[in-house]
């Protein structure tokens, strides 16, 4: 079986994530005053028009009662249509400041989702039934967006298994370096939740008293990380897994590109690294 580099899932993660970054008004334009409202709204629109329980349980890192705030009323406030069209656009201008011109691999990262196993893997799901676009930007990060959500989709599988809640996966995430401290208030959680998120990992062996990592919590993370990408990849046909180590190098490229025009921060709330 084709083993799907790293790279490419950093790289995968890197241009998806542009949406998420972008100084833009697209989605306050539609009712959507706030960050959380668009992100929630136009990550979430995917599902149809899910209520809180469904969100937080696929998006599995936020509070319950942080998304809460945002949802349902997100859907009284804003046509579901109108969020998916509005964040399609979003991510082909943003690209476009990166990318001078169109990409050429969109038909061959498109090509990847082929006979992909969705089996337990919602928002991958979503995303894939979602109409493809026309232009080979939107084309490209479409597929890419079905890619990440595929990969995401099994880093919850695993940390599920490894009885690994949301909230202390993010405090996980933080201790080993790979996202900002900050990411408990950009998720929603209060201090006192924080703190027993750390204290269960505490519990494993997996964080200090002082809140960083020891070497049996690093060692536990990349079991994860790797695991991760052996679900992911699973899901895909062996004709795609070859295609995707074939299209990783000039994936990678894009995607640093993407970095390198600041439209992606490192590190970030994603903890994934840069490519």
Not at 73 to 102: F, Y
Not at 214 to 220: C, D, I, K, L, P
Request: with cysteine.
């Amino acid at each position: 079986m084709s083993k799907v580099p790293e790279e490419f899932w950093r790289a995968v993660e890197a241009i998806h994530s542009v949406v998420y970054f972008a100084p833009d008004d697209s989605y306050a334009g539609l009712g959507l005053r706030g960050f959380w409202r668009g992100y929630f709204a136009s990550r979430a629109a995917a599902l149809g028009t899910p209520g809180p329980e469904l969100v937080t349980a696929t998006f599995y890192g936020f509070a319950p009662g942080m998304v809460a705030r945002a949802v349902p009323d997100v859907w009284a406030l804003a046509d579901r249509e109108a969020v998916l069209a509005a964040r399609s656009r979003l991510a082909a201008s943003t690209l476009a400041t990166a990318w001078p011109q169109e990409p050429t691999i969109a038909d061959e990262v498109v090509a990847l989702l082929d006979g992909l196993d969705l089996g337990g893997k919602p928002l991958a799901a979503a995303h894939l039934a979602l109409p493809a676009p026309t232009s080979q930007t939107e084309r490209l990060w479409h597929a890419v967006t079905v890619l990440r959500e595929l990969h995401g989709d099994a880093h919850i599988a695993v940390l599920l298994g490894d009885r690994v809640d949301g909230c202390a996966a993010n405090a996980w995430a933080v201790a080993a370096g790979l996202a900002p401290a900050r990411l408990r208030e950009v998720r929603g959680w209060s201090e006192a939740e924080w703190e027993q998120g750390l204290e269960r990992l505490r519990g494993r062996g997996w964080v200090d008293r002082d809140d960083t990592l020891t070497e049996s919590g690093r060692v536990a993370r990349a079991d994860v990380e790797a695991r991760t990408h052996a679900v992911a990849e699973a899901a895909l046909s062996e004709e795609a897994r070859q295609q995707a180590v074939a299209v990783t190098e000039p994936l990678v490229a894009l995607a640093r590109a993407v970095g390198d025009a600041g439209l992606v921060p490192y590190p970030n709330p994603t903890a994934v690294e840069r490519p």
